[in-house]
């Protein structure tokens, strides 16, 4: 009889009694969770990671982009072997009313190659896909089980504790990437509390089956190249927000995403938002005929710089969406996620050399994070969410403007130029005051810039 | 006495998620998650409290695509001590006379690997009553008999294995009530959803299961006869496929409008019309 073989998948094969004490432990097995525990591991730390989903991925319903370099970063070349959706070589930006919009594209053929610029994907796949690279790297991976809370000695945590059986575990350090519901952060004393609705954006989102080639005939795409389209205007009832549709292989993601004390003060609901959004004209005509695979909804915390919590404690340190890493301007946080967690793990593997984990030591992932576009992007933008959410005219009134200018100026008639040009200035002052146009236009330079 | 125990696990596609062609009449399995066939995990939990009560090891069973060994990884995780998938391209398109045909071959590996150990071979095994997928219920007493070992099968309350006298007590589901039943081991059992649901798997196991190899067995590690492999070894086709008709909706008798002595009264006619009542009669 030959011999048989063993399956390393999900393991690395070799069969290694837990150590009563780990170097990490890992709260949370998405993007920032999962970018720590491999590059712990892959460093020969003993780390677990512990997900509450019954895989990880289970529990992510992103439906936007991830960024191929930052992605790289943690794991290079991954556009070799990750479960990925299409590159996305063109994005889009419409400015939409309830008939019409303007649309501006970029496309270029550079983002069709390697290193690639961005991919759609099934976060269920991609971030099962991260499980799997962590596990082989040695990581203990542990799914269906929730942390509940933390374990302290001293005024310090040394531990977590499941709701399972047996179910504590003690570490020299706990990354914490919970996600949006930072519920050991707040634990840890990290979060003032529970996040507030003025810092979230509510994401409502539908996938929807077509077929690939009718996908890529539609949008205009080369055979495997995918489209971002970011809408603002109409699209979200003139609330503060987006709407989106990103193209995966055989399947579109739609969805909204609206600042969530604006929605709680608007008599709307989310999903009448994103039913209203698929109605556009011009959105309608993309999506026809493609039916409904899935419906989910997401907080996004979009605080920015502002309301992070502290991100770091006596052998905790916290990262990703728990962290409140997001930039909700360009979109991003699946990125921030994994480079804020690749960071918490060199933290940890810097701390190791000094065998300290006391906040003094650990706080030099705050000056790594700093020096990275991390808190780099989060600074700049620090005062984005407060502008839009002060700013909700904008949303409705820019884009109506600019489509009903449009619509004039494209329209031959009987009138002449001078008159046309006139008549548009005329249209122009009466819906915004320049007083208040210059107004708008600094302090969007002001927060924005 | 240590009880060794082989439990039977089938990844099977989430018959909760398929949809069935109208035209062919056949299961889209395309894109549909695969789950733990869950009778085999009421399955499991008979086993784990036989190992609770009488120590012994537990092999979990399985065959099927590379990608199966995700159901026996899990498995590993309630804490049991080995877990084979038997996989290879010779193996696909089995039915259960191959099925059978090859998981006994497995059997019989892994008691004389128990025996060599200084065991006692195995002892029990367990099936689920059937699989949500194929529904066939054959699996169970097709191992029975091929390793000569007694059977109970719809097990809805398994007693007590006693081992001075090497036997097990256990109540079988049949349709028309239960019966008690004692067999000698070694046995085969079914085990049916009234048994215990699987229990909440202990942080432990699960960090061991994490790291535990999930061994794989190809048709040239087990004594078996490639002929009688996968579809080669299987007799059965499909002749056809369709969606059973809905069942008819049984009669309703109801208020408000009617008294419920006058119900009764209807119900009791309808009952006597079939021959249905025992002794005295109306009013």
Redesign the interface.
């Known amino acids: 009889m030959n011999g048989s073989q063993v399956h390393p998948a999900g393991g690395d094969g070799k069969r290694r009694p837990a150590p009563s004490r780990f170097g990490a432990i890992v709260v949370g097995g998405g993007p920032a969770g999962l970018a720590a525990t491999y590059t712990l591991a892959g460093a020969g730390v003993d780390v677990a990671c512990l997900e509450r989903g019954d895989w990880c991925g289970s529990k992510n319903m992103m439906g936007g982009l991830i960024f191929s370099q930052p992605t790289a970063k943690v794991f290079p070349n991954f556009w070799h072997e990750a479960p990925l959706e299409r590159h996305v070589t063109r994005r889009d930006m419409w400015l939409a009313t309830g008939d019409s919009a303007m649309k501006v594209s970029f496309e270029s053929t550079d983002f069709g190659a390697e290193p690639y610029n961005s991919f759609t994907v099934y976060r269920s796949r991609f971030d099962k896909w991260l499980s799997r690279r962590a596990a082989e790297a040695g990581a203990w991976m542990i799914p269906e089980t929730l942390v509940e809370s933390l374990l302290w000695e001293d005024g310090r945590v040394v531990g977590v504790r499941t709701g399972r059986p047996g179910g504590d575990l003690e570490a020299d350090v706990v990354i914490i990437a919970e996600g949006v519901n930072h519920f050991l952060a707040e634990a840890a004393g990290l979060a003032a509390g529970p996040p507030k609705a003025e810092t979230m954006a509510l994401a409502v989102k539908e996938v929807l089956a077509l077929p690939r080639d009718r996908i890529e005939d539609r949008f205009d795409l080369d055979r495997g190249a995918g489209a971002a389209i970011e809408i603002i205007g109409e699209t979200t009832g003139g609330l503060p927000g987006t709407g989106f549709i990103y193209t995966n292989r055989d399947t579109i993601s739609v969805g909204v995403g609206v600042l969530l004390d604006s929605l709680v003060g608007s008599t709307r609901e989310a999903y009448s938002l994103l039913d209203n959004f698929k109605q556009q004209p011009q959105v309608r005509r993309l999506i026809q005929g493609a039916g409904l695979r899935e419906y989910s909804a997401h907080l996004i915390p979009e605080g920015g710089y502002r309301y992070m919590p502290r991100l770091f404690g006596d052998g905790v340190l916290v990262a990703g969406d728990a962290a409140g890493m997001v930039n909700a301007i360009n979109s991003e946080g699946a990125n921030l996620a994994l480079l804020s967690g690749q960071m918490a793990a060199q933290t940890v593997l810097s701390c190791r050399e000094e065998g300290r984990f006391d906040a003094a030591a650990l706080g030099r992932y705050r000056t790594m994070l700093e020096n990275s576009l991390v808190l780099k992007d989060l600074r700049k933008y620090s005062s984005a969410t407060n502008f839009l959410s002060s700013h909700q005219h904008l949303f409705g009134l820019y884009p109506e403007l600019l489509a009903s200018l449009a619509r004039e100026f494209l329209t031959v008639d009987n009138m002449s130029k001078a008159d046309k040009e006139r008549l548009l200035a005329r249209l122009f002052r009466s819906q915004v005051p320049v007083r208040s146009l210059i107004k708008d236009f600094y302090q969007a330079w002001r927060d924005l810039k | 006495m240590r009880i060794n125990s082989v439990v039977c696990i089938k990844q099977v596609p989430d018959t909760t998620q398929v949809r069935i062609d109208p035209d062919s009449g056949s299961l889209i399995r395309q894109g549909i998650p695969s789950v733990i066939n869950p009778y085999d995990l009421y399955a499991l939990e008979a086993a784990l409290k036989v190992r609770d009560s009488h120590g012994g090891t537990i092999t979990a069973l399985s065959m099927g695509p590379?990608q199966a060994?995700?159901a026996l990884?899990k498995v590993l995780g309630y804490g049991i001590d080995r877990a084979v998938?038997l996989s290879d391209r010779a193996f696909a398109g089995a039915d259960t006379l191959a099925t059978t045909y090859t998981l006994s071959a497995a059997i019989r590996k892994i008691a004389g690997e128990l025996i060599a150990a200084g065991g006692a071979g195995v002892d029990m095994v367990f099936c689920g009553k059937q699989s949500i997928d194929g529904d066939t219920g054959q699996v169970g007493p097709g191992l029975a008999r091929r390793l000569d070992l007694s059977q109970v099968t719809y097990v809805c309350s398994l007693l007590e294995v006693a081992a001075e006298t090497r036997t097990v007590r256990a109540w079988r589901q049949r349709e028309d009530g239960r019966e008690l039943l004692e067999a000698r081991l070694p046995v085969a059992v079914t085990i049916t959803e009234a048994c215990n649901p699987i229990r909440?798997?202990?942080?432990?196991d699960?960090?061991?299961a994490?790291?535990?190899?999930?061994?794989?067995?190809?048709a040239?590690?087990l004594e078996v006869e490639p002929d009688r492999l996968g579809l080669k070894g299987s007799p059965t086709r499909v002749s056809k496929v369709f969606a059973p008709p809905a069942r008819e909706r049984g009669e309703t008798l109801s208020g408000p409008d009617r008294p419920p002595n006058e119900i009764a009264a209807a119900l009791f006619d309808k009952l006597a019309e079939r021959g249905l009542t025992i002794g005295g009669s109306r009013g």
């Open positions: 590379p060994d995700e990884r998938l909440y798997a202990a942080l432990p699960l960090l061991r994490a790291k535990a190899p999930v061994e794989v067995w190809s040239a590690d």
